[in-house]
């Protein structure tokens, strides 16, 4: 074996050790589990002997009085293995859901914790892949690899003491392919990792593309592309299809080359025991009996086999699993820095920022924001504006240069604290499958039914939700599909009210509604603003000629800052981008 082929066995078994942890919890499940599954092997001897005297006393020796005892002594040790099964696999299920539970909870928690750059290069689809198949994958082949592989493995050794109790020699053949059955299951398992990966992997883009295509049924039925969609998903789904049965077709040379081997040994275990019985150096009754201790042999032997390809599964699942496990989360250096209210005032002092270290997004920006005062940024699409605010929010972390909040650097304080005191409203409202109250209850749980409505009468959102079937309480679909825009917009307003914080974010808050839809936006939003540090992202006059100051983004730079009037009498960018509506009027 090749010294790579040993550091990556030793890798996929570290894949498992990570989630012992998760099975320690739980030691009177498995206990209990182990303990039905030994005590229900140790049945498996009964059988063989009372066969050996009904073939040799009741036939042999013609005593028909003991038919009906060894009868009953082989119901009821069937009775007690299948009853000890049936237990086995209660505690199993409760053991293995336990466990499945643990982790996927730390799993969705560790994804939270990952910072926002982290999903733009991830498909939805796939995390979700990781978080509900894979889970389960790796799951599976631990407890069962750990109760069955026990299980078959004190099968083998106890059927094989058994048998060395009635022929040495016929033990020996009997047991003459296990060292072909375990180089075979050592060739299969060392070449399986990549077949395994790739069909996980084609799985996980099939649910990537599912979930982008159900997400955007309306573009599809809109721009009349259903068929093209459909040939991407037969494109996908022909992948799967190819990559499971290159896992089939190894499986289905593996399984039956084993089913083969066993069956030799079967009848080298027929040739040498006949001779035995036609020798007179063996009973009949114990060569009926060896032929069933044989078959409780190969049995487990099988069962090792079936655990080999759940192995190879579980391994490439667990891959994946904790490659997400292992990525770095945002660490919260500053945690309980500030823990005092934040009142608002806002610095940005030379920050830069950048994606990659050759395409620079910002460059020494320079901002103050007052506590109570707003903020405008304007610009062309792509300047820079909404970095701006991703950086306040912490979605990103600057370059170079510092950020304050009320003189506080903005790295010393906690996540938790920072964004509990900002709120943010986007162009494109997202709201939860669930109610409106549930999606209210966001910006704060605890609030009251009173509370709630106060927050939708300042965002002039109270009229449409009494039209609702059940009001605060009837279900709005996925992101809110049963709102327009326009109402889902006034709905995050409100729950931004609702939150009630120092700092506010507006980014495009007013692009995609009319201008009937715009007015009443607008009032809700100078409900919103009234006393709070605003950062404003628009391209409507309206929302942006009453703000404090006014800056100009253009490639990441500041190349304009003033109120409306004063930029307009320079006749710069700012004068420009009115002339052309960029800005609209």
């Known amino acids: 074996m090749s010294h790579c082929r040993a550091i990556e066995i030793v890798r996929d078994m570290q894949v498992f050790i990570r989630v012992f942890p998760y099975v320690r919890r739980y030691p009177l499940l498995a206990f209990a589990t182990l303990f039905c599954a030994l005590m229900g092997t140790l049945m498996v001897v009964v059988f063989p002997a009372v066969t050996q005297q009904i073939v040799d ?24 293995q299948n009853l000890l099964n049936s237990l086995r696999i209660i505690f199993n299920n409760h053991f293995e859901q336990h466990v499945i539970f643990d982790l996927r909870s730390e799993l969705y928690a560790h994804i939270q914790k990952l910072p926002l750059h982290w999903f733009d290069n991830r498909a939805t689809g796939d995390i979700m892949t990781r978080l509900v198949e894979d889970v389960t994958s ?3 082949v631990l407890i069962d690899g750990i109760e069955q592989g026990t299980v078959a493995i004190l099968q083998i050794v106890i059927v094989s003491a058994l048998m060395m109790t009635y022929s040495p020699l016929l033990t020996l053949a009997a047991l003459s392919p296990i060292p072909l059955l375990a180089a075979g299951a ?16 084609a799985v996980s883009e099939l649910n990537s593309l599912l979930h982008d295509n159900i997400a955007g049924i309306r573009q599809i039925k809109t721009y009349t592309s259903e068929e093209r969609e459909h040939i991407r998903f037969d494109a996908t789904s022909n992948k799967v299809r190819k990559e499971t049965l290159t896992v089939m077709r190894a499986w289905a040379f593996y399984q039956p080359g084993m089913e083969f081997l066993s069956s030799a040994g079967l009848l080298m ?39 080999n390809q759940i192995f190879q599964s579980g391994r490439a699942a667990g891959d994946r699993v904790f490659e997400i496990m292992d990525a770095e989360t945002e660490e919260d250096e500053g945690a309980g820095a500030l823990c005092e209210p934040i009142r608002g005032h806002v610095v940005y002092q030379n920050v830069s920022f950048s994606y990659d270290p050759k395409l620079p997004v910002l460059d020494d920006i320079q901002i103050e924001v007052p506590v109570g005062s707003m903020v405008a940024l304007v610009g062309p699409t792509g300047a820079g504006k909404s970095t701006i605010v991703n950086l306040l929010v912490r979605f990103y972390e600057f370059t170079s240069g510092g950020i304050t909040i009320d003189g506080v650097p903005l790295r010393s304080m906690s996540r938790r604290h920072l964004r509990h005191n900002i709120a943010v409203v986007t162009q494109e409202s997202f709201l939860f499958n669930g109610t409106t109250a549930e999606n209210l209850r966001i910006g704060k749980p605890d609030a009251s039914e009173d509370e709630m409505w106060e927050a939708l009468r300042a965002a002039n959102a109270v009229d449409f939700i009494r039209r609702l ?49 715009e007015k009443l936006i607008q009032e809700a939003l100078d409900h919103l603003m009234e006393k709070r540090t605003s950062f404003v ?16 983004l253009e490639r990441g730079r500041i190349t304009e800052r003033g109120r409306h009037e004063e930029l307009l009498s320079h006749g710069g960018l700012y004068a420009e981008l009115c002339r052309s509506s960029l800005i609209e009027k």
């Open 186 to 201: 050592m060739a299969y398992t060392l070449t399986a990792r990549s077949r395994y990966r790739r069909q996980r992997k």
């Open 537 to 552: 992202i628009a391209h409507r006059l309206s929302t942006v000629r009453h703000a404090d100051q006014i800056l100009v």
């Open 469 to 517: 079937p059940e009001g605060l309480h009837t279900p709005l679909g996925e992101r809110g599909v049963k709102l327009s825009v326009g109402e889902k917009q006034r709905l995050s307003i409100a729950r931004a009210l609702l939150k009630n914080p120092p700092i506010l974010i507006l980014d495009e808050a007013t692009a995609s509604v009319d201008t009937s839809t």
């Open 57 to 80: 006393q009741v036939i042999g020796k013609n005593r028909p009085e003991l038919l009906l005892p060894l009868v009953g002594l082989g119901f009821a040790a069937f009775f007690a």
């Open 138 to 140: 790796v799951e599976r």
């Open 269 to 307: 275990v027929a040739g040498f025991g006949t001779s035995q019985v036609l020798g007179g150096r063996m009973e009949i009754g114990a060569l009926v009996a060896f032929f069933v201790l044989v078959r409780y042999l190969y049995e487990p032997v099988g069962r090792l086999h079936q655990l």
